[in-house]
């Protein structure tokens, strides 16, 4: 009960300790973001101090009161080196790439140190992860990519970095909350269920009525392949003759728009069709098809490519969320 | 965190600082401690190498028994600090067996530091103190190497932050060590192991020593005010008075007619002597004080003959303040009582001295002094002074007045003060310390146990106690000299060599020595905040604000240094002269406000000053040229990069001091 409380109670300074900073890309650990306290270890030590003094004292022995005296010294001395080993390091922030909940989002986070002066012993944690990262050396610059737990789909922000260390002695904790501007968004999880019929892309020997418009593809000419056109395109045969990448077009028969349509999935959770249709764009995407979306009253007209592809997985992500970015 | 995996560099590290920290205390131990924690060492390094798993929680549990069963009986009639040193041993030899992790780490280190500080309970040299200040740093040297990965750690950058540590934490203890207070134990505690040895005994029996063995032991060390000693025939330093005589021993009046005694009172003639005396352990209730103290030191008492007695035997060094004053006037009238007491002597026995004193007397006349004054000739003529006088028959003083005729100052001072009370004349035997050495470097006295020496005090009628020396009758250089030197001038004689050091160049080296350790006693060891109103006259006074400013002050500036040190801001100095030159020549420009664009190339930025300076338009041409060259080009030549160099130091020198507007 009482580590809840006191989780409670670091839970609690940790988001003062946040607020009172705005949201930044980079931010640089002076005296007002860092923290020093004695640990466990720094704890028991004083205690081992007390002992020796009440043992020069019963004694009356001058060297025990040197050696007392000297290691507390050397305490108040830990005191600056725990210090300087966070003080004056740059961080800064990238926004991680989109990835699917369940997964993690990696950030990445470059420390920037003085020249001269080597950081040993630096622990950096999410606040939403679980266990820290530990470097051993920094020295000028040095990136870390930080895994962050993506648990829903929607914008994640990491939110909170701490930068730790106990350095040279482990009788202090030196650390700092840093308040990340820093965000990833969070597609839904794919659900794996096979696409139904009525979306079954007109490609492949499975053809079958509803994919096909009527008549044979007509060949209408080749044009400069471009980049975003699909691979299926592509006129195989004109390369290998050497005569660079050129993409076939068709005239008239292309493949029918696919409409994956939200409302069509009626009577399962929101997340689970949101789930099933995040599966079938990256099904779709991979069969590189036209598709279009309807999210309620959002539509997104349909397309093909990777640009389609980002744009409805968003879509996707943020359906029915606020609108924050 | 706390459950981190700690390196093989920090096992290293732990090990050896454990063993290190244990080696003071080998003389005493009991071996089998020494051997388990040497076997748990080894089965350390053995798991530590991976050839042996950690061992079984049954195999720890039989250790921990066996090693309390040990303690018990080893340790069983002596609680002290010996016990509770070779407890903690033993449990930092079982912990060996299973640090795992970083906390286990922690207790080891902890208990070593604990351990390493007892050291200081049995020895307090100065060479101590540096050894445990050595495997301090190794301690903290092995704390800095578990808070390491287990792949980082290198000893000597261990080692290298454990010094950076331990500096500042110097002038740091050094002010805490002078100001903070003293205070009286908290429980009292036994010091075993002191040491204490003296050369004075409690009873005085020149017949039952063959030789006296001479110990070159330190007895006691004294400083005078103005650092200038009395002469050598005045340092007498009294310890003990013996007037029960048996026929055979001397010994002190027991407790009861000690109490009896009435307080003997002193009137000084003359010149005060004030000194301070620091005392080795003797194992013995007794001080000594040069004849004759006015008053007894705080936390003593004077005793009715006028000795310096503590409430229990001196364990440990003590340092005390004296005034005394050599001329002085003692006890000038007896009471009856103390007449009997002090001519007291056993009905029989040792009758040809009677007999002597008698026949001294008739020569005499009743003049006491004329008396002492044919004794001493008596002894000067025909005696010998020697160590090994041999052993005496029944009747020692006969033996010794009459059949031997040599002996040492014991022998002397027993026959007169036998012949004085046979006389009639009041007389007791007094012993302590005659002489010492002087110490030219620190400007004190030094008194070894071979400086112990008995002579007499006569009672006279109208002048009280009188010291009489028999001993200087027979030789006097024995009083004027040091003993060490009389010693050593008379080899042959006495066919012995008390301290061995005749080479002049040795002996100088051998004072230099005691001096510093001398030194090391008085300011360090005994060093006792208030001693000589040290800190009044540093402070202006001891107010606790004082106390606290001047504790403050110098921590402050202290650790103001250490934190700028650590948190100074370090510019990067780059290795290129070339580079820094257009380094300097950039922020020249910048702080004239035509600093570079973070996007614009050197060559680009120098171009478009250009526009700006015409008087060096040409120059920064020129370098924006050999820039652009030098970097994209490829061309590095000698003589592109020195025209370079060049073209900066030029256009620095030719840019104005100040910004214009």
């Known amino acids: 009960m009482a580590t809840e409380q006191l989780q409670g109670a670091r839970r609690r300074i940790r988001r003062w300790m946040l607020s009172r900073q705005q949201p930044a890309r980079s931010h640089r650990l002076t005296q007002n973001r860092i923290f020093i306290l ?40 830990a005191i600056f080196h725990t ?33 001269r002066r080597t950081r040993e012993q630096l622990q950096l944690q999410l606040a939403a992860q679980t266990l820290p990262r530990i470097l051993d050396v920094v020295q000028t610059r040095q990136r870390v990519q930080l895994d962050c737990p993506a648990a829903q789909r929607g914008w994640l922000r990491p939110g909170g970095l701490r930068l730790q260390t106990t350095f ?27 696409l139904p019929s009525a979306l079954q892309p007109a490609t492949g020997q499975g053809q079958d009525s509803l994919s096909r418009r009527a008549g044979e593809d007509d060949f209408g000419g080749l044009t400069r392949f471009e980049p975003g056109m699909s691979p299926r395109q592509v006129d195989w045969k004109s390369y290998a003759r050497g005569r660079g990448l050129h993409a076939k077009q068709f005239e008239g028969h292309q493949d029918p728009d696919l409409w994956l349509d939200l409302d069509m999935l009626g009577g399962e959770a929101l997340e689970r069709r949101l789930s099933k249709l995040t599966g079938w764009v990256l099904e779709l995407s991979r069969r590189d098809v036209r598709y279009g979306i309807k999210l309620g009253s959002f539509v997104l007209p349909p397309a093909s490519g990777e640009g389609q592809r ?11 969320l606020e609108v924050t970015e | 965190m706390k459950s981190a995996q700690i390196s093989r560099t920090a096992v290293a590290l732990q090990l050896v600082a454990v063993l290190l920290a244990v080696v003071p205390h080998v003389t005493w131990l009991p071996l089998w401690v020494l051997a388990l924690l040497l076997a748990s060492t080894g089965s350390r390094l053995m798991i530590h190498s991976g050839r042996w798993p950690f061992p079984h929680w049954l195999v720890k549990a039989v250790l921990v028994a066996a090693a309390s069963i040990g303690l018990i009986l080893s340790f069983n009639h002596r609680a002290g600090p010996e016990s509770m040193v070779a407890l903690l041993i033993v449990a930092l030899s079982l912990k060996l067996l299973e640090v795992y992790h970083r906390r286990d780490a922690f207790v080891v280190l902890f208990v070593c530091l604990f351990v390493a500080a007892t050291s200081f309970l049995f020895d307090e040299s100065f060479w101590m103190a540096l050894y445990i200040l050595a495997v301090t740093l190794l301690i903290l040297a092995a704390l800095n190497s578990i808070q390491q990965g287990a792949g980082a750690g290198r000893y000597s950058t261990n080692l290298k932050t454990a010094a950076k540590l331990l500096l500042p934490a110097v002038p740091f203890m050094l002010v805490l060590f002078f100001l903070f207070p003293r205070l009286d134990p908290l429980w009292s505690v036994r010091v075993q192991g002191s040491g204490a040895t003296t050369g004075l005994s409690d009873e005085l029996s020149p017949g039952d020593i063959e030789s006296l063995a001479q110990s070159s032991a330190l007895a006691f060390r004294a400083t005078f005010e103005h650092d200038e000693a009395p002469p050598p025939e005045q340092r007498y330093w009294r310890a003990l008075v013996m007037s029960e005589f048996d026929g055979r021993r001397w010994t002190r009046p027991d407790p009861a007619t000690r109490q009896r005694l009435r307080p003997e009172k002193m009137t000084a003639e003359g010149a005060v002597l004030e000194y301070s005396v620091v005392m080795e352990p003797s194992g013995r209730p007794w001080l000594v004080a040069l004849d004759q103290p006015l008053a007894p030191a705080p936390g003593m008492a004077l005793s009715a003959v006028r000795t ?61 002094q004329a008396l002492i004054r044919a004794l001493m000739q008596r002894f000067n003529r025909s005696y010998v002074y020697t160590l090994e006088p041999g052993r005496l028959g029944r009747d020692s003083v006969d033996a010794f007045l009459f059949d031997t005729q040599q002996g040492y100052c014991e022998h002397f001072a027993s026959a007169t003060a036998f012949v004085l009370r046979s006389a009639g004349i009041p007389a007791r035997v007094v012993t302590g310390y005659q002489g010492g050495e002087w110490n030219p470097y620190e400007r004190y006295i030094q008194v070894r146990q071979y400086d112990a020496h008995a002579w007499v005090e006569a009672w006279l009628p109208g002048q009280g106690w009188r010291r009489l020396d028999p001993t200087a009758a027979v030789a006097p250089e024995r009083i004027r000299m040091s003993a060490g030197d009389f010693f050593d001038t008379d080899q042959t004689r006495f066919g012995r060599a008390a301290t061995g050091l005749d080479i002049a160049w040795l002996r100088t080296l051998s004072q230099r020595y005691d001096a510093f350790n001398f030194a090391w006693h008085r300011w360090v060891l005994n060093y006792q905040g208030e001693q000589s109103g040290l800190l009044e006259d540093w402070l202006g006074g001891s107010d606790t604000w004082r106390l606290v400013l001047a504790w403050l002050l110098p921590t402050g500036v202290v650790f103001g240094l250490v934190a700028w040190w650590q948190l100074r801001p ?37 171009t478009r000053l250009a526009d700006e300076w015409p008087s060096m338009r040409a120059e920064m041409q020129r370098l924006a040229w050999l820039d652009e060259q030098q970097r994209y080009a490829g061309e590095c030549s000698h003589d592109v990069r020195g025209e370079m160099l060049q073209l900066c130091r030029r256009l620095r020198q030719q840019l104005p001091r100040k910004r214009s507007v």
Request: with cysteine; glycine share 6%; hydrophobic share 45%.
């Open chain 2, 308 to 368: 310096l007695q503590l409430d229990a035997p001196l364990e440990r060094r003590r340092q005390y303040e004296l005034r005394s004053s050599p001329a002085y006037r003692l006890q000038p009238l007896l009471t009856a009582a103390e007449q009997r007491h002090y001519l007291q002597l056993p009905r029989g026995g040792n009758l040809q001295s009677r007999a002597l004193a008698r026949q001294l007397q008739q020569q005499a006349g009743g003049d006491p």
């Open chain 1, 38 to 77: 004695p640990t466990r270890a720094g704890s028991v030590y004083l205690l081992l101090l007390v002992l020796l003094l009440v043992m020069a004292i019963n004694y009356e022995n001058n060297l025990i009161y040197a050696l007392t005296f000297l290691l507390l010294g050397v305490f108040m001395s």
């Open chain 2, 570 to 606: 370090r510019r990067v100095r780059h290795p290129d002269p070339l580079e820094r030159q257009l380094q300097a020549l950039q922020q020249a420009l910048q702080r004239l406000g035509w600093g570079r664009e973070p996007a614009e190339t050197v060559s680009a930025w120098l």
């Open chain 1, 310 to 320: 980002t744009r409805a997985l968003s879509a996707l992500a943020l359906y029915g």
């Open chain 1, 168 to 194: 040279p002695l482990g009788l202090f904790r030196a650390w700092a909350w840093l308040n990340l501007d820093a965000k990833v968004l969070v597609y839904p999880a794919p659900l794996d269920v096979p």
């Open chain 1, 83 to 115: 210090y300087s080993n966070l003080a004056g390091i740059e961080v800064e922030v990238q926004d991680a790439q989109p990835c699917f909940a369940g997964e993690q989002a990696g950030f990445e986070i470059e420390l920037k140190g003085s020249a």
